[in-house]
């Protein structure tokens, strides 16, 4: 803006100039004060103007000693090291050199980023690919210059320490040795599936010829990143480096390493470690009949897992199963490039994109618009209620070093919180994500109170007690009274109304809900849920630490249901509506398993509990009338005994392991009509009223941003990803279709399906969600 100003009087006054020998002498006086002042004030301008961003320098840095060559990797401009189309171009030329040094005998791969190695390659360069050749050949041209680190006429060491994914890891596996440092920051793993793709720069090519068939499908099918030390065990990484060696000498230690294997015997003892890591493995892997069956099993174990939404994991084993018995990886890699561009043109890798997009902008959000405050630390953490909930809580507090008091009416009811932590604990020891002495440590951030011992100095407290009203009340005017005045006190209600519970307490503006999802331990959402009081300050805080326990956060209004629960009570009404139509459990549910929900609508019930869903279900109805409304059918199944799963009987009943329908439901079920419907009618039945709550959920404001929606439905109820979110399922099938198709159902079944006011304005102007 200032410059366009700024230019016209420039412009004019230069124009003067040129024809100043018409012009009186006055006139020119006049302009060329102005000139002067424009002048002026574009010097000013130009010191406080942003200072325009130089042309990027390189992004790699040689440096020689000893023969040994260290290319160090550190991006301009860029916090990471991301491996953009100019960055490939540069190292391509940069080999190209190395390639005819004769002097150099070895070449060590380092980042000039500490505890930052490669975190891949660039997503928005992948995002617009629509044809499968361009795909195909953006793979190609890494995979070229990969190869000539992998042609380098001597050896190559790659010396890692922070993340070092995707192309960062294919970049490595180009090279003969990898050492990694052993800290929290080295991850590594393949996680292209993640985003729909499949690794294209080698990845599918070098990991199974370096660890073997089954433990590289391990890493290419799920995307899972892991520490040094589990990349060490599966034979990625050739050593170890401790944890607490200084990053600095990382450069002195690829040197020391480049001149130890000049000796023979020390190349020979990496070989011989890798032989030793899983030879049973190879065994089976070097039979071809062995590898075929692996390679069933795994495809088995995929389609089980993905049910056929998502083509990246088939592709990738299409790629490692092709590959793998080509003798020259050229060939290997030629499929693994035109297998990354059917996949890479995939609707499902384009939204798959647009959630990594959504969970980025989850990272860089306040939850408070503008805001640019302080930020409060939670340090030491109070839990209310040592029940399902509180006791995950107080593990997810432990597990992230966060001390943790825990209060319950009584030391047996707290002691049950703490076996609850415990369980979940000795979850990641069975699979060795924990030793049980890192488990002990853990466990020890908890501590147990029946009274409020230790309250005194908290700075946020959690309650998770049980969902009455009052009782809350009660409890928290008490612990007002208790606690420090900077601690702030939050509610993990599903239901009640947060600024009704602040007013229980002369800290309103300091009091917030915080609604985890059980299992605590897996559910990545929490709703910030800000009441009529709540401070900036309090949301901000509360957003902040909610990421740094690992959480993803979206705040959301204080209304009944907040907005999760809210939107899927909608959906769960709805399947309940079906069932007394006379549809069976296992069409319902596997109608909306085809659809791609985690587990059907009726499953679900009986998960959350029969008498949960029909104290949810009463206040949904309350507050939003008939659309929520549950015809009385869960009341009456509850008096009978059935609490779901928690009791072993529900909708199925549970056997170990295992459930099956209870054939006796149907008696409980009243019948209200008959539906004939195909399981397409009954997925539109349970799913468009989700997209119509959410359309109203935004006109209400409840969340901010449509983006909210789907953050808080794929990470709160497991939308289907493939299918981007709900909105943008929405916007997918087009908002003149849901309306449509809303109409239809309103005119079939009634009030309760006729679109939100907010469809029929999107209609009109044609607009989208996003
Ligand atoms: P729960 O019944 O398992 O646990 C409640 C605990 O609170 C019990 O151990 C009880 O002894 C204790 N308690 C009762 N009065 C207390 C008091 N005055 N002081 C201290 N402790 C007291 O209940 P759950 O399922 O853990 O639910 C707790 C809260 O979390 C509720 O507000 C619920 O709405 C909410 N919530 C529950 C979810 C679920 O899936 N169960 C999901 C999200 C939120």
Same mark, same amino acid.
């Given at each position: 803006m200032e410059s366009t100003v700024l230019r016209e009087p420039f412009e004019t006054a230069g124009l003067a100039h040129r024809h100043h020998d018409n012009a009186i002498a006055e006139e020119i006086h006049e302009v060329e004060q102005i000139t002067a002042e424009v002048l002026k004030l574009e010097d000013e301008m130009e010191a406080i103007r942003p200072q325009h961003v130089q042309e990027p320098g390189p992004a790699f840095r040689l440096e020689v000693e000893d023969n040994i060559g260290i290319l160090i990797f550190d991006a301009p401009t860029e916090k990471v090291n991301i491996l953009s189309t100019p960055v490939m171009h540069e190292l391509n030329t940069r080999l190209d050199e190395l390639q005819s040094r004769a002097d150099l005998q070895a070449l060590i791969f380092l980042s000039g980023k500490e505890g930052n190695f490669i975190a891949g390659a660039k997503i928005e360069e992948i995002e617009n690919i629509s044809d499968p050749k361009d795909g195909a050949e953006k793979a190609a041209m890494g995979q070229a210059v990969f190869s000539k680190i992998d042609a380098l006429p001597f050896p190559t060491i790659a010396v890692i320490d922070g993340a070092c994914v995707g192309g960062g890891l294919e970049l490595v596996l180009a090279c003969d040795y990898r050492l990694a440092r052993d800290s929290d920051k080295t991850r590594l793993g393949l996680p292209e599936v993640r985003l729909g793709i499949i690794p294209g720069f080698g990845g599918t090519q070098r990991l199974p010829r370096l660890i073997g068939i089954q433990r590289a499908l391990d890493f290419i099918l799920t995307g899972k990143l892991v520490d040094a030390q589990r990349a060490y065990r599966a034979g990625i990484v050739d050593r170890l480096i401790a944890k607490e060696f200084p990053p600095q000498r990382l450069r002195r230690l690829g040197v020391e390493f480049a001149r130890e294997i000049r000796k023979p015997e020390a190349r020979q003892k990496i070989a011989d470690r890798r032989n030793r890591v899983n030879p049973q493995t190879l065994l089976l892997e070097r039979n071809f009949l062995g590898r075929k069956v692996l390679f069933d099993q795994a495809r088995r174990r995929t389609l089980a897992e993905t049910k056929g939404h998502y083509p990246a994991p088939e592709l990738a084993l299409e790629a490692v199963e092709k590959g793998f018995s080509k003798k020259d990886i050229a060939e290997g890699l030629k499929i693994e490039a035109e297998l990354l561009g059917k996949a890479i043109v995939t609707n499902v890798s384009k939204n798959l994109v647009k959630i990594?997009?959504?969970?980025?902008?989850?990272?860089?959000?306040?939850?408070?618009?503008?805001? @640019?405050?302080?930020?409060?630390?939670?340090?030491?953490? $109070?839990?209310? $209620?040592?029940?399902?909930? $509180?006791? $995950?809580?107080?593990?997810?507090? %432990?597990?992230? +070093? =966060?001390? #943790? *008091?825990?209060? +319950?009416?009584? =030391?047996?009811? !707290? %002691?049950?919180?703490?076996?609850? #932590?415990? /369980?979940?604990? @000795?979850?990641?020891?069975?699979?060795? /994500?924990?030793?049980?002495?890192?488990?002990?440590?853990?466990?020890?951030?908890? @501590?147990?109170? %029946?009274?409020?011992?230790?309250?005194?100095?908290?700075?946020? !407290?959690?309650?998770?007690?049980?969902?009455?009203?009052?009782?809350?009340?009660?409890?928290?005017?008490?612990?007002?009274?208790?606690?420090?005045?900077?601690?702030?006190?939050?509610?993990?209600?599903?239901?009640?109304?947060?600024?009704?519970? #602040?007013? %229980?307490?002369? /800290?309103?503006?300091?009091?917030?809900?915080?609604?985890?999802?059980?299992?605590?331990? /897996?559910?990545? =959402?929490?709703?910030?849920? *800000?009441?009529?009081?709540?401070? +900036?300050?309090?949301?901000?805080?509360?957003v902040a630490f909610a990421k740094k326990i690992g959480k993803t956060p979206i705040v959301v209004k204080d209304s009944p249901g907040f907005l999760v629960n809210r939107i899927l009570g909608a959906y769960m009404a709805e399947a309940g509506r079906l069932l007394m139509e006379g549809a069976t459990v296992e069409q319902i549910d596997n109608a909306l398993l085809e659809f791609g929900m985690p587990m059907g609508p009726i499953n679900l019930f009986d998960e959350v509990g029969l008498d949960v869903a029909a104290k949810v279900s009463h206040i949904l109805e309350n507050a939003f009338g008939a659309r929520m409304a549950g015809e009385g059918m869960m009341d009456k199944i509850v008096e009978s005994g059935r609490l779901g799963k928690k009791n072993g009987k529900g909708f199925y009943i549970y056997e170990g392991k295992n459930k099956k329908v209870d054939p006796a439901i149907y008696a409980f079920i009243p019948k209200t009509g008959k539906f004939d419907g195909s399981a397409a009618a009954m997925q539109d039945r349970c799913v468009l009223p989700m997209i119509n709550e959410a359309a109203m959920c935004l006109s209400e404001g409840l969340v901010r941003r449509p983006a909210d929606v789907d953050i808080g439905m794929i990470f709160g109820t497991g939308f289907p990803p493939f299918r981007g979110g709900l909105l943008r399922y929405a916007d997918a099938r087009g908002i003149d279709n849901i309306v449509g198709k809303l109409e239809t159902l309103a005119g079939k079944y009634g009030e309760r399906f006729k679109p939100a006011a907010r469809l029929m304005e999107m209609k009109q102007s044609g607009k989208k969600f996003y």
């Open positions: 990594f997009y959504l969970t980025e902008a989850v990272k860089k959000d306040t939850g408070v618009e503008n805001y @640019s405050g302080p930020i409060q630390e939670f340090q030491k953490i $109070g839990v209310l $209620g040592a029940g399902l909930m $509180g006791g $995950g809580i107080a593990q997810l507090m %432990a597990h992230n +070093d =966060l001390p #943790a *008091r825990m209060k +319950d009416v009584n =030391l047996a009811a !707290v %002691a049950k919180g703490m076996e609850a #932590a415990a /369980r979940v604990f @000795s979850e990641s020891v069975k699979k060795r /994500r924990l030793t049980p002495k890192e488990m002990q440590n853990k466990m020890a951030f908890i @501590s147990g109170t %029946a009274d409020y011992s230790g309250f005194h100095h908290v700075d946020l !407290v959690i309650e998770a007690i049980v969902e009455i009203l009052d009782v809350k009340k009660k409890v928290f005017a008490e612990i007002d009274n208790l606690l420090p005045s900077h601690s702030v006190i939050v509610s993990n209600t599903s239901s009640l109304p947060i600024s009704e519970m #602040a007013n %229980a307490t002369k /800290r309103p503006d300091k009091f917030a809900g915080l609604h985890f999802f059980n299992p605590v331990h /897996r559910m990545p =959402l929490v709703e910030v849920i *800000r009441g009529e009081n709540t401070s +900036d300050v309090t949301v901000a805080s509360l």
